[in-house]
């Protein structure tokens, strides 16, 4: 529309001037005749001549004085000196200017030619009345077009937005969509069916389209979920960052290691751990690209131990664009290493004291007998005492070894009853002698059990009751049923009770609530480990509910 008004306005301007340029060289030619026909004593019947027509003569005397005019009384006209056209005749020869007459009151040509003698100048001009109707006709004629034009454009943007607009923006529309990963509106689908030219192929191609970026999109959100799956799922803690410091991937075993419960991915690597000995390998990893590793390192905050390998991130190119580290927990393993070097001094420590004793009273027996003297028989009964106890000491490390390495077991249904029984008879002696009260209660006849280990644990439990509750004590034994009707074996006894700050360790290898009264009573401290290692084999669980002065409470749950 712009370039129309442009176009339309340089040809009003063209026509514009070549009028005037026209009428110029016409007014000239016409001077040029009367200037060079005329004498002096004519100048005013030439002025007379031209009032009929539209053509207006002046006759300027040399000093600006009007001589004659033929549309107005010179008398009544001012001095001419300072008309352009008239100085400009003077000076040349010929002169022109356009202007509005301040006599006629209306728009004026004028051109102006010294006579050859020098004395007056004839000056002629004409309204410009043919340009300006001319012009009028011309502008609204153009006035005309343009709103022709203007309606043409109207309807043309109607098509262009129905059929290439539309489209365009229903194309925009469907690939915002796969962006997004959405399906498309139909609209945008019906306006590019309805189009013409290749919309609908493009349709089709970006139908098609759709369809890849939705298969490629699944097959990639697999693929992550997948990858974040076994990420998540690997025992050692993952930490990715960028060359900024910035997390870009963990796993929940990284958080569980270093105890993070809220972790924001805006915090940086040296927000995150404040470690020294971490930071420095993850800052050589991205700033010079080298490999390293760490081990051990003690986390004070989870009380953790943990070994760390810190390697680069590099791309094609070969360039760093982040490192990654790999966190190794090794606490169970520190823990099974000090269980270890626990077991080996505690097995030699209990060892050594029976061992200490008969060699003491072995040396004092043979000395007796060297020197003819009668041994004493008190010498022989420690011997065999201590003898008992390192046996029993090797039967239960046997025992432990054997459970821990995985022992087959013989499960078969046991009778309850009998299997209690048979416990209760190798502890008869000691219940008597203390006056001990046995109760027992059977809610479930059979159990998916080993015989001997059951026995083994009934025995244990009953034995550690019968030698720590005082005479007199009630001690219970319970077969009930749990939740999901799985089988319940419970000990009670209303003894002393343990204080609660020993339960925790109660079930670890020769941990004894009182070690020299355990020892006294020829203990040795591994009953409740063998019998948590028996129940655990059984696929099931054992606890303990005590207080101080409240009695004990064992509860083995089987599957």
């Given amino acids: 529309m712009l370039t129309l008004f442009g176009a339309g306005l340089s040809a009003r301007l063209y026509f514009e001037s070549q009028f005037i340029a026209q009428s110029q060289n016409q007014l000239r030619d016409t001077l040029s005749a009367i200037s060079s026909h005329i004498a002096r004593d004519q100048l005013h019947r030439a002025c007379q001549s031209s009032m009929q027509t539209e053509l207006r003569l002046t006759i300027i005397l040399q000093d600006g004085t009007v001589r004659c005019d033929s549309q107005h009384d010179p008398a009544k006209m001012e001095n001419h000196a300072t008309r352009p056209e008239f100085q400009d005749a003077l000076h040349s020869g010929y002169g022109f200017s356009m202007r509005e007459s301040e006599t006629l009151q209306s728009r004026m040509i004028y051109g102006a030619m010294a006579h050859p003698s020098g004395q007056w100048v004839i000056r002629g001009a004409f309204p410009l009345t043919q340009l300006t109707l001319a012009l009028e006709r011309f502008d609204t004629s153009f006035r005309i077009f343009l709103v022709a034009a203007l309606a043409l454009i109207v309807l043309f943007a109607t098509w262009a937005a129905r059929n290439i607009v539309l489209p365009i923006r229903g194309v925009s529309d469907r690939l915002n969509a796969i962006l997004q990963g959405r399906v498309s509106p139909a609209r945008n689908r019906e306006l590019l069916s309805n189009s013409y030219g290749e919309w609908p192929a493009i349709e089709s191609a970006l139908d098609q389209v759709s369809q890849n970026v939705e298969s490629r999109e699944e097959f990639f959100s697999k693929e992550r979920s997948l990858h974040d799956t076994v990420l998540s799922a690997i025992n050692e803690g993952i930490l990715a960052v960028d060359v900024k410091g910035e997390p870009v991937f963990v796993n929940s075993s990284f958080l569980e290691i270093f105890g993070i419960e809220d972790f924001r991915r805006p915090r940086t690597l040296w927000e995150t751990l404040r470690i020294p000995e971490l930071l420095d390998p993850f800052r050589a990893a991205i700033q010079a690209g080298k490999s390293s590793s760490l081990i051990p390192i003690h986390l004070e905050q989870t009380r953790r131990f943990i070994s760390v390998s810190v390697s680069p991130l590099k791309a094609a190119d070969r360039a760093t664009y982040g490192a990654v580290g790999i966190f190794h927990d090794l606490t169970e393993i520190k823990k099974a290493e000090q269980i270890?070097?626990?077991?080996?001094?505690?097995?030699?420590?209990?060892?050594?004291?029976?061992?200490?004793?008969?060699?003491?009273?072995?040396?004092?027996?043979?000395?007796?007998?060297?020197?003819?003297?009668?041994?004493?028989?008190?010498?022989?009964?420690?011997?065999?005492?201590?003898?008992?106890?390192?046996?029993?000491?090797?039967?239960?490390?046997?025992?432990?070894?054997?459970?821990?390495?995985?022992?087959?077991?013989?499960?078969?249904?046991?009778?309850?009853?009998?299997?209690?029984?048979?416990?209760?008879?190798?502890?008869?002696?000691?219940?008597?002698?203390?006056?001990?009260?046995?109760?027992?209660?059977?809610?479930?006849?059979?159990?998916?059990?080993?015989?001997?280990?059951?026995?083994?644990?009934?025995?244990?439990?009953?034995?550690?009751?019968?030698?720590?509750?005082?005479?007199?004590?009630?001690?219970?034994?319970?077969?009930?049923?749990?939740?999901?009707?799985?089988?319940?074996?419970?000990?009670?006894?209303?003894?002393p009770g343990i204080a609660k700050e020993h339960l925790p360790r109660l079930f670890e290898r020769f941990y004894r609530v009182n070690g020299a009264r355990s020892r006294e009573l020829g203990g040795t401290g591994l009953g409740l480990a063998i019998v948590k290692h028996i129940m655990l084999r059984h696929g099931g669980n054992v606890r303990v509910e005590s207080e101080a002065h409240k009695g004990t409470t064992f509860v083995c749950e089987f599957p």
């Avoid at 390495?405 to 002698?433: M, Q, Y």
């Fill in 340 to 495: 270890r070097t626990d077991f080996i001094a505690n097995a030699s420590h209990e060892l050594k004291t029976p061992l200490t004793a008969i060699k003491g009273f072995s040396e004092t027996l043979l000395d007796d007998l060297k020197a003819g003297n009668r041994p004493e028989l008190e010498y022989a009964e420690a011997i065999h005492r201590n003898s008992e106890r390192m046996m029993a000491l090797v039967r239960d490390l046997l025992d432990l070894s054997a459970l821990e390495t995985g022992s087959f077991l013989t499960k078969a249904d046991l009778d309850t009853e009998i299997i209690t029984s048979r416990a209760l008879a190798s502890i008869r002696t000691g219940v008597e002698a203390k006056h001990q009260e046995i109760r027992t209660r059977f809610e479930i006849r059979n159990v998916q059990a080993d015989a001997h280990r059951i026995e083994q644990v009934l025995v244990n439990l009953l034995d550690n009751a019968n030698k720590y509750c005082p005479d007199g004590a009630t001690i219970e034994v319970l077969w009930t049923t749990g939740p999901h009707n799985s089988p319940i074996l419970t000990v009670r006894d209303n003894g």
